[in-house]
């Protein structure tokens, strides 16, 4: 039987890339350009299963096809709010993604950012190499405790958890939970966490509020200006989930008019483009989605989408359909 005809999309690790090649007729993208909607179109047409990434936006344009010859989008991320589910169900289309290998370096990013944004960490080092350290003061660079402190995690899957097993045992936080659905009680006990029903109730409460939950349409701006307004003044925001759950224009207002502490990003609404205003803020830590940048994580992503299309493949069902 002939090999499945595979399209990588983007330039993964090597090793991974050297499996897909063994077991499948895989084409990779060299030119590690996120693919056009036309390429797209095209693609479809052509490959039986395409291992899209995050910068590839499969809806409408994309997916124009009458009969695709594409069973299969197995993606590389746990996210795929890039990918339409409705449009992709139309041609029974597959989709599956890559949890749990990715969840624990998340949260390790997650929690550089609070501490970054918690102790100035991103001032300090421009200044330095800025050539602009006058020397050690009572007063320099001040920033805010972190350990004992309360974190609200909004989002309480596999990364919401691991974060909060990150900042309850390694820094004595004190945990608050908002999910959508009700969080197992001994899932909440590992990390003496509290599950708060009203996202609205718990912000106030909160010294850090970390995102944690899927992006997509009905997370749109789930940190607007009214939430936002619900946090201390010297509460920090960080964002590992995706860009468009905070309105980054009601998060530079708050920034502006010292309505909250500080924030710290790794995705933004629209990346890889940022709102040059947002570069303007000292109050800010900003990284370019690094979330589950290591070379553990990536490897094993790959490997976990080998996974889903050998079942696939194998007339199995992918253990990570999400479809
Ligand atoms: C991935 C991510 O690297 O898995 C996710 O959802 O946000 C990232 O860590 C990225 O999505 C690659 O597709």
Same mark, same amino acid.
Request: net charge negative; proline share 7%.
């Given at each position: 039987m002939a090999k499945p005809r595979v399209l990588v999309t983007r330039r993964w690790p090597a090793a991974v890339e050297a499996r897909l090649s063994e077991i499948f007729d895989a084409q990779l993208n060299l030119g590690d350009k996120p693919l056009l909607p036309e390429e797209f179109r095209t693609a479809i047409r052509e490959y039986d299963a395409i291992l899209p990434t995050v910068t590839d936006k499969i809806g409408a344009p994309a997916l124009e096809c009458d009969k695709p010859q594409t069973r299969i989008l197995a993606n590389y991320g746990v996210g795929y709010s890039h990918i339409d589910l409705n449009r992709v169900a139309e041609h029974g289309i597959v989709v599956t993604n890559t949890p749990d290998v990715l969840s624990e370096c998340t949260a390790d990013l997650a929690m550089t950012l609070l501490l970054m944004v918690a102790r100035r960490a991103g001032e300090g080092e421009r200044e330095l190499r800025a050539g602009q350290w006058t020397g050690w003061r009572p007063t320099h660079l001040v920033g805010t405790k972190v350990s004992g402190k309360t974190l609200g995690i909004v989002g309480y899957g596999r990364i919401g958890q691991q974060m909060a097993r990150r900042a309850h045992h390694g820094f004595g936080m004190k945990i608050l939970a908002y999910n959508r659905s009700p969080v197992a009680p001994d899932v909440l006990a590992q990390c003496q966490a509290t599950q708060v029903p009203d996202l609205d109730d718990m912000l106030p409460d909160c010294d850090f509020v970390s995102l944690h939950c899927p992006g997509g349409a009905g997370n749109r701006?789930?940190?607007n200006a009214a939430r936002l307004a619900r946090m201390r003044s010297d509460a920090f925001l960080i964002n590992?989930?995706? $860009? +468009?759950?905070?309105d980054e224009a009601a998060l530079l207002h708050a920034l502006w008019f010292d309505t909250i502490g500080g924030a710290a990003l790794?995705?933004?609404? $629209? +990346?890889?483009?940022?709102?040059?205003?947002?570069?303007?803020?000292?109050r800010l830590v900003m990284l370019p989605h690094l979330g589950s940048a290591t070379r553990e994580a990536r490897e094993a992503m790959g490997f976990r989408v080998i996974d889903n299309l050998q079942d696939f493949f194998a007339g199995r069902e992918p253990r990570d359909r999400v479809n």
């Open positions: 701006h789930l940190i590992t989930a995706r $860009g +468009e759950v905070i790794d995705v933004f609404d $629209g +990346e890889p483009a940022v709102n040059p205003q947002l570069l303007e803020s000292d």
